[in-house]
């Protein structure tokens, strides 16, 4: 444990004038930690997932169908899983969101089971055919990378291929 201390301290660069040095920061609804971990952010969405699903409850009993609790269940937990989905990317963390997808489903709030697997390659997929097209901010950085047909070879910074 005290290994750890001293080499992270040893990385950590030297402080600015004036500047806070924070142990995490949230930028576009995002939190970051200083050593590089989603775990303050997943247990941030995950904490909401008890009050969503509260308010799914309260819908139905208000007599909402399950067409329209699945659209807002979209809504309110599935956009917000799938929003910076790509750095969950650890086991635990998929596990816990995949539990609360499974317990979507399992209450009738969504018409069919989702996986956070599908959630993350659709994401990743509808970026990547976004960057394609040439006004894109990103596009510029596809210039080194092919593409054949419907197959992703863009491995390097495809979240998709890191699911698998």
Same mark, same amino acid.
């Given at each position: 444990m005290s290994v750890t201390a001293r080499a992270r301290l040893h990385y950590m660069p030297l402080p600015i004038e004036d500047t806070e040095r924070v142990v995490s920061a949230k930028l576009l609804g995002v939190s970051f930690q200083d050593n590089f971990k989603m775990g303050m952010h997943v247990n941030f969405v995950l904490s909401q997932r008890n009050q !969503? =699903? @509260?308010l799914l409850k309260l819908l139905r009993c208000q007599g909402l169908s399950t067409? %329209? =609790?699945? %659209?807002?269940?979209?809504? /309110?937990t599935v956009s917000r899983l799938r929003y910076a989905s790509s750095g969950f990317l650890t086991a635990?963390? $998929?596990? !816990? $969101?995949?539990?609360? /997808?499974?317990r979507l489903y399992r209450f009738g709030y969504t018409a069919q089971p989702i996986s956070f697997n599908d959630i993350v390659k659709s994401g990743s997929v509808d970026l990547f055919h976004s960057m394609r097209k040439s006004n894109h901010c990103l596009h510029e =950085? /596809? #210039?080194? @990378?092919?593409? !054949? #047909?419907?197959? &992703? +070879?863009? +491995? !390097?910074? &495809?979240v998709t291929c890191m699911v698998q």
């Amino acid at each position: 444990m005290s290994v750890t201390a001293r080499a992270r301290l040893h990385y950590m660069p030297l402080p600015i004038e004036d500047t806070e040095r924070v142990v995490s920061a949230k930028l576009l609804g995002v939190s970051f930690q200083d050593n590089f971990k989603m775990g303050m952010h997943v247990n941030f969405v995950l904490s909401q997932r008890n009050q !969503r =699903l @509260y308010l799914l409850k309260l819908l139905r009993c208000q007599g909402l169908s399950t067409a %329209q =609790l699945d %659209q807002v269940s979209q809504v /309110l937990t599935v956009s917000r899983l799938r929003y910076a989905s790509s750095g969950f990317l650890t086991a635990n963390s $998929i596990n !816990r $969101i995949q539990s609360t /997808l499974k317990r979507l489903y399992r209450f009738g709030y969504t018409a069919q089971p989702i996986s956070f697997n599908d959630i993350v390659k659709s994401g990743s997929v509808d970026l990547f055919h976004s960057m394609r097209k040439s006004n894109h901010c990103l596009h510029e =950085l /596809l #210039s080194s @990378y092919t593409q !054949r #047909s419907d197959m &992703c +070879t863009w +491995t !390097r910074f &495809c979240v998709t291929c890191m699911v698998q």
